[in-house]
């Protein structure tokens, strides 16, 4: 009962079209807001959201849902964590035994595991950004000057200060009321083999990695002083952090990539913090590892149109190489800038000013132009077995034909060799198989959405015997849950491929509702069970001609005469 009227109040207080115009640029059309969709990679809008019906539906990927489903599509949460998450926006506590508005809460009380680890970086996070000014971090603040970076940018990152002290944040935390073994747990601190905790990062200057809901899920730290020490640690995956899923400062860049329609990727923390305070706020970066398919779906989901920032070194080229390739696959704009030899960001914009930055930029090479460019290094075979490795990986056939034949003309292969030894090393290609259903999966699709689409008929259908036309398991479980509950209840009961369902009958794009509806499937039904009938008494007198008695054979008789009449009425009021 309480879980409801949490899942109502924030429906009522908290509008769909504010919440998806975070990560969306919203149009108004008509009665609906339209966009391209953030789950999958389109320039057209087709993603469209209902005001009024506090819902969302693509019509390319089939997307779809609520508030909720949207915020955890959109943020990588469970349906809970939404739910906590946006609660707190508003002030409002899930509690067990119901919902309260403005009552503070100590750590841990009515929260999930989760939400409680949210609550420790937050307070590790506010212990970093205090430490950074105490006396002991001179040396930090010295580091971050000579680096040029403004106090904007460190308040807008919330950098911080971790104490070389080995329980430093071990004790505030303990302090604060959290459970060691959950701190330990959540990659904070470590404990030895003697029972004794640490602090994981000491001496450090601390960048706090937010999520898309701006919630702090992890750290990364550069060692000050020490050059023994490691020169950069991150944080190890836990609970509400995966570390191949989240880019650094997305979370600070999503406004600047949306409004100038593109991003720039690079690989390090100090690289983001001074593209954003030349201007580039669109700019985000790689997490100490390789770029992953995540990261790359994670930041298309903002935008097309990609600039690869990387180092001109040997490895600084490997890398471009293999993220170019990763964004190209899935049909993406994306273009190569590899800094001079002995640059980095910080000295090119700082030495030669945004000028020579931008001129690089303009002048960057394509994707596909640079990847081509490192096979010119190689043997013919290997530019052959990359090419086709490369071709079968594409995600969309029709990019396939143009790239071979820039890949041939650039390689100087015979294009058509390569197209037959493509087409040779693809597997076939399925047909795409048309589905043909039967009567019996046709009319229980009409019972459904019209079950779906009006629900207060749901009753009399059952009355009439709507159920006994039900035959598949999906069928008849989703009827059962429109028995069972109504409105927001029945919707949060679905299954991801009956929210699909109701998305087809009463979504955005759906028909409009016709009264006549309902009247042509009673029709429908009543005609379905005549039919059921009449096969099963004939089948009655064909056995009788062998067991039954004459008097028998007549009853069957007249109750085909019966049905035979009642046929010729309804037909007579129906024309």
């Known amino acids: 009962m309480q879980f409801k009227e949490a899942v109502r109040e924030i429906k009522n207080r908290l509008s769909i079209v504010n919440v998806v115009s975070r990560y969306v640029e919203l149009k108004r059309n008509g009665a609906r807001w339209v966009a391209p969709c953030p789950f999958h990679q389109e320039?057209?809008?087709?993603?469209?959201?209902?005001?009024?019906?506090?819902?969302?539906?693509?019509?390319?990927?089939?997307?779809?849902?609520?508030?909720?489903?949207?915020?955890?599509?959109?943020?990588?949460?469970?349906?809970?964590?939404?739910?906590?998450?946006?609660?707190?926006e508003l002030g409002i506590t899930v509690e067990r035994g119901g919902i309260s508005q403005?009552?503070?809460?100590?750590?841990?009380?009515?929260?999930?595991?989760?939400?409680?680890?949210?609550?420790m970086y937050d307070m590790a996070a506010s212990h970093y950004v205090s430490a950074l000014k105490a006396p002991e971090a001179e040396e930090c603040r010295r580091y971050m000057?000579?680096?040029?970076?403004?106090?904007?940018?460190?308040?807008?990152?919330?950098?911080?200060?971790a104490r070389r002290d080995w329980q430093d944040l071990a004790l505030t935390l303990e302090k604060g009321g959290f459970?060691?073994?959950?701190?330990?747990?959540?990659?904070?601190?470590?404990?030895?083999?003697?029972?004794?905790?640490?602090?994981?990062?000491?001496?450090?200057?601390?960048?706090?990695i937010k999520s898309l809901s701006n919630q702090i899920i992890a750290f990364g730290g550069r060692i000050i002083?020490?050059?023994?020490?490691?020169?950069?640690?991150?944080?190890?995956?836990?609970?509400?952090?995966?570390?191949?899923?989240?880019?650094?400062?997305?979370?600070?860049?999503?406004?600047g990539i949306s409004a100038k329609g593109n991003a720039f990727l690079t690989e390090g923390y100090m690289d983001v913090l001074t593209m954003h305070q030349f201007g580039y706020d669109n700019t985000v970066g790689v997490l100490g590892t390789a770029l992953t398919d995540e990261q790359v779906r994670r930041l298309t989901g903002f935008t097309s149109r990609i600039?690869?920032?990387?180092?001109?070194?040997?490895?600084?080229?490997?890398?471009?190489?293999?993220?170019?390739?990763?964004?190209?696959?899935?049909?993406?704009?994306?273009?190569?800038?590899?800094?001079?030899?002995?640059?980095?960001?910080?000295?090119?914009?700082?030495?030669?000013?945004?000028?020579?930055?931008?001129?690089?930029?303009?002048?960057?090479?394509?994707?596909?132009?640079?990847?081509?460019d490192m096979q010119k290094r190689a043997s013919p075979r290997e530019g052959v077995e990359w090419a086709r490795d490369f071709l079968s990986r594409v995600t969309l056939p029709e990019l396939v034909s143009s790239f071979i034949t820039r890949i041939a003309a650039e390689l100087r292969f015979s294009e058509q060799e390569l197209r037959n030894g493509f087409s040779m090393g693809k597997p076939a290609a399925r047909k795409k198989e048309t589905v043909?259903?039967?009567?019996?999966?046709?009319?229980?699709?009409?019972?459904?959405?019209?079950?779906?689409?009006f629900p207060d008929m749901v009753s009399k259908l059952q009355e009439i015997g709507a159920a006994v036309l039900l035959h598949s398991d999906v069928a008849l479980q989703l009827w059962e849950k429109l028995l069972t509950y109504r409105g927001e209840d029945l919707i949060q009961q679905f299954t991801e491929r009956e929210r699909r369902f109701w998305m087809e009958c009463c979504g955005p794009g759906a028909q409009p509702l016709y009264a006549g509806e309902y009247p042509a499937l009673v029709k429908k039904i009543e005609e379905q069970f005549r039919r059921h009938a009449v096969e099963s008494i004939c089948a009655g007198l064909s056995m009788g001609g062998t067991t039954a008695s004459v008097s028998q054979d007549l009853a069957w008789c007249r109750k085909l005469d019966e049905l035979n009449s009642r046929n010729r009425r309804a037909n007579s009021r129906s024309m």
């Open 436 to 453: 043909v259903l039967s009567a019996e999966a046709i009319m229980e699709r009409e019972i459904l959405s019209v079950g779906l689409r």
């Open 307 to 372: 600039t690869l920032l990387f180092d001109g070194d040997g490895p600084g080229r490997k890398a471009a190489f293999r993220a170019a390739q990763m964004f190209l696959v899935l049909g993406l704009s994306c273009s190569v800038v590899l800094l001079p030899d002995g640059e980095d960001i910080d000295s090119l914009l700082r030495g030669a000013g945004p000028e020579a930055f931008d001129d690089l930029v303009a002048h960057a090479p394509d994707g596909l132009r640079y990847c081509i």
């Open 225 to 255: 002083g020490d050059e023994d020490a490691a020169k950069y640690i991150n944080s190890a995956d836990t609970p509400i952090y995966k570390k191949g899923e989240h880019l650094f400062g997305l979370a600070q860049a999503r406004r």
């Open 102 to 119: 403005g009552k503070p809460d100590t750590a841990g009380q009515g929260k999930s595991l989760r939400q409680q680890m949210f609550r």
């Open 179 to 208: 459970d060691t073994k959950l701190a330990v747990e959540a990659g904070l601190i470590g404990i030895s083999d003697s029972g004794r905790t640490y602090d994981r990062f000491r001496g450090r200057l601390m960048f706090p």
């Open 145 to 161: 000057a000579g680096r040029g970076l403004c106090p904007e940018i460190i308040e807008r990152f919330g950098l911080g200060w």
């Open 43 to 88: 320039t057209k809008p087709s993603f469209y959201v209902n005001e009024g019906m506090g819902m969302f539906y693509c019509f390319g990927c089939q997307a779809s849902g609520d508030i909720f489903e949207f915020y955890s599509r959109i943020n990588g949460v469970d349906f809970n964590e939404a739910l906590e998450q946006l609660a707190g």
